[in-house]
């Protein structure tokens, strides 16, 4: 294996991690609620109660809020979608399909579930590795 050097960022990555965590563990701490974007969203499209609305809004508008404020400071990294927009919009419906399914996502299992120790998150968050390894591995080099 070969390490792109050039590329390699793992400063920056680690901090991505440890706010990543501390959001997390801030949401539950003072909140009270577990950092899921797929229930945080799926509650805003049902109706929610009361007291729920404005910090689901206000969790939302930080994610698409951090990225803008990054970017008046330094420049964002290019992004590219390699593909066409029947895939994206399949993939995206059957991630959709999958958190429903899993009842959470990879911020709600993957992040939050395991740093409790959950077991339900250890085996959601296995599931939806394994199958994004073999989703890689068949598109990558079977139908390349």
């Known amino acids: 294996m070969n390490i792109d050097w050039i590329n390699f960022t793992p400063y920056s990555a680690l901090a991505g991690g440890l706010l990543v965590g501390l959001a997390a563990a801030l949401m539950l701490l003072l909140n009270g609620r577990i950092a899921g974007i797929s229930g945080i969203v799926g509650s805003l499209l049902q109706r929610p109660r009361g007291g ?38 399949l993939s995206g419906l059957l991630v959709g399909y999958g958190t429903r399914l899993g009842s959470g996502c990879s911020s709600g299992h993957g992040v939050c579930g395991l740093s409790r120790l959950s077991g339900r998150s250890l085996v959601a968050t296995l599931t939806f590795m394994g199958a994004a390894f073999l989703t890689v591995f068949v598109t990558r080099h079977l139908f390349a």
């Open 52 to 89: 729920d609305f404005g910090w689901r809004i206000a969790f939302l508008a930080g994610i698409v809020a951090a990225p803008l404020l990054y970017s008046l400071v330094a420049l964002l990294p290019e992004g590219r979608i390699e593909t066409g927009w029947g895939p994206l919009i």
